[in-house]
């Protein structure tokens, strides 16, 4: 009985050490991540700013269209350079029935135009008029004029 008595206290003590060893490795990783955390991180302003920029409806860009490597020509734009395969609704549902012992079923969305398949290659984008125009060539966007000797589209 003794012996019985003693291992459920070796048990309990061992019990009550490994918590401890447990809670204070979570503490310990709790203080590791505040020291290696950065409070003013460049990358974080950086997508802050980015974000703000994108998201002002005003904005005036400079969009440089590339063909074969080679700068062609540029607009002016209000707002942000947007891709076309971009869609207001998710891409795909989940369905709530079970197919082959498998649940949820996952299937593709239709676009916001109905249609199913690929959006269209390339970006979309306004000028200052409304106009919109819409390539599949490579873009530079800038919020800047760039010196670079082409041609001013659109006018």
């Known amino acids: ?8 206290t ?10 401890g060893c447990e809670a204070s490795e979570a503490t310990q990783r709790k203080e590791l991540q505040k020291t290696t955390t950065l409070e003013n991180s460049l990358e974080k302003a950086n997508l802050k700013e980015k974000l703000e ?4 409806p005003s904005a005036v860009r400079y969009v440089y269209l590339m ?3 080679q700068i062609v020509g540029y607009y002016v734009i209000e707002g942000k350079v947007s891709a076309s395969g971009s869609q207001l609704a998710p891409e795909q549902e989940v369905i709530d029935a ?8 996952v299937v593709d969305s239709a676009q916001d135009d109905g249609t199913y398949g690929q959006g269209d290659p390339g970006v979309f984008f306004f000028l200052a008029d409304g106009t919109m125009v819409t390539t599949d060539l490579n873009v530079i966007q ?14």
């Open 98 to 105: 079970c197919s082959a012992d498998v649940c949820p079923v």
């Open 1 to 8: 009985m003794k012996r019985i008595i003693a291992l459920i």
């Open 67 to 69: 063909n074969f490597g």
């Open 53 to 56: 920029r994108e998201n002002d």
């Open 142 to 155: 800038s919020d800047a004029p760039l010196k670079i000797d082409v041609p001013l589209l659109g006018k």
């Open 10 to 19: 070796t048990l309990l003590f061992g019990a009550l050490v490994l918590s």
